[in-house]
């Protein structure tokens, strides 16, 4: 069982930059950010694995996803945010290799955080 446990959310203009991170207990193999507005599905923002990252096209450039392993801790760094990244941010993981599931699917995820809100006003 993994649990993980987001913060790092608030009120940012549009702009600013906010750093989320993300706590994870127990192993975890790939592990990602994704984000839900209302009204909206789920979509992936970033995910990391085996030193390997990939980004949504609509944050390439801005956002960067990192990871601290002796912490157990994932973070997204944000910058030249805009009021369409407001959205609550979820931080996922997978235990086992993804093979060929897609990277930027909930469905490959196994294990999720509560999530935190993020709100870029303009």
């Known amino acids: 069982q993994v649990q993980l446990v987001e913060s790092g959310g608030g009120s940012v203009q549009a702009g600013g930059s906010l750093r989320l991170s993300c706590v994870a207990s127990g192993y975890t193999y790939l592990l990602g950010w994704f984000r839900q507005a209302p009204g909206k599905e789920r979509e992936g923002v970033a995910t990391i694995y085996a030193g390997a990252t990939a980004y949504a096209d609509s944050v390439k450039g801005r956002f960067t996803i990192s990871q601290d392993k002796a912490k157990n801790t994932l973070y997204l760094q944000m910058n030249s945010l805009k009021p369409e990244d407001t959205a609550m941010y979820y931080c996922?993981?997978?235990?086992?290799?993804?093979?060929?599931?897609?990277?930027?699917?909930?469905?490959?995820?196994?294990?999720w955080g509560q999530g935190t809100q993020v709100t870029v006003s303009s």
């Open positions: 996922a993981a997978r235990p086992t290799p993804p093979r060929w599931a897609p990277l930027f699917s909930p469905n490959t995820y196994n294990f």
